[in-house]
């Protein structure tokens, strides 16, 4: 008898301490994940656009599929003569897509985000950038420094094609212009040049 009770003690205890096990959001799980990621885009046969990431993570909802960047993006853009002419980089990153196609795919890059027009020698700098792919486009509210051998601009709101050829200031303010002395400017591409032949 004294046996029982001691069970049933037991029991009792124990069904006391269990609580309700907390319910799981899968919209903030990831469904998939990827190390080293390195993906290449081609036209045509020529490749166009290689982007490469430490990680990504993909999740989805009911509406958008995403993929998150949290370590780090880096996009390399290629003209059809094969030459890069664009790198972009940034401390993380988001690429958004509508299941139902309504809405433009989209990109979005956050933290130290550097734009980089390597046959121009132009440098963008801001702190968030988004990119729509389906109208070439990239666009920021924040602010943004602008470098080129010519000189400096900065301001806050900028919108440019997505290869940053022909960038607009909504609001620019204190920059300067470098004036050339003579007509002829030489701009060495140090990423794209390979160098004299040697002679045989």
Known sequence: MATASAVAFVVISCKGKL?????INLDN??????????????????VSMRIEADLMEGYETDTTT??????????YSY????????????????????KSGTRPEVWQAFGNVKIRNVIKQ???????LYWDQGKHEIWTDCYVKMTSPSGLMQGYGMRSDDR??????HKPFDGYTLMAEDTVTVIIDSVNFIGPFVGK
């Open 19 to 23: 609580g309700r096990a907390e319910d």
């Open 29 to 46: 799980v990831a469904l998939r994940s990827v190390e080293k990621m390195f993906a290449v885009e081609t036209k045509t046969g020529k």
């Open 66 to 75: 995403y993929e998150t960047f949290p370590k780090g993006l880096q996009i």
């Open 79 to 98: 003209l059809e003569d094969g030459r890069l002419q664009t790198i972009i980089f940034s401390n993380n990153a988001r690429h958004i897509t509508s």
């Open 122 to 128: 132009e440098m963008m700098e801001t702190d968030t």
């Open 164 to 169: 940053a050829e022909n960038a607009i200031l």
